[in-house]
């Protein structure tokens, strides 16, 4: 579950008041980065580097604050849902992130392709 360091390292770093953070070019932290910029958390995310050594350079001048991150699924116990169970997270100010068999997606757009999947985290 390398996807929660990732989200606690932007986490910080945004509280912390740094311009960007720079971490590992995965697939799922990549996914995950690109719905933050999405809901303006984060303002942009780019790919830099070669081959092996590539990583996301992630320019945290988003809009909104990152007060709290809440942990769904842990490597013991994974929270599987259906679509219609998915709900708005602090009344539609945070967002739900969702492993879904069409990729991480947020709460809103699983719920609109009406796909369930695995419960990751919410962010607000």
């Not at 932007?10 to 740094?18: L, P, Q, R």
């Amino acid at each position: 579950m390398k996807y929660t360091d990732f989200v606690i390292k932007v986490k910080n770093a945004k509280t912390a008041g740094k311009p960007t953070v720079k971490t590992d070019a995965t697939k799922a932290n990549k996914a995950i980065a690109e719905l933050l910029a999405v809901r303006s958390f984060v303002k942009s995310v780019e790919v830099k580097g070669k081959g092996t050594k590539k990583y996301l350079e992630i320019d945290l001048e988003g809009k909104k604050r990152i007060h709290a991150v809440k942990f769904l699924s842990t490597p013991s116990l994974h929270r599987h849902a259906g679509y219609k169970d998915f709900r708005k997270v602090k009344n539609g100010f945070g967002m739900l992130v969702v492993s879904t068999p069409k990729g991480i997606m947020a709460g809103e757009t699983a719920r609109k392709e009406k796909v369930g999947g695995e419960l990751l985290f919410e962010i607000w």
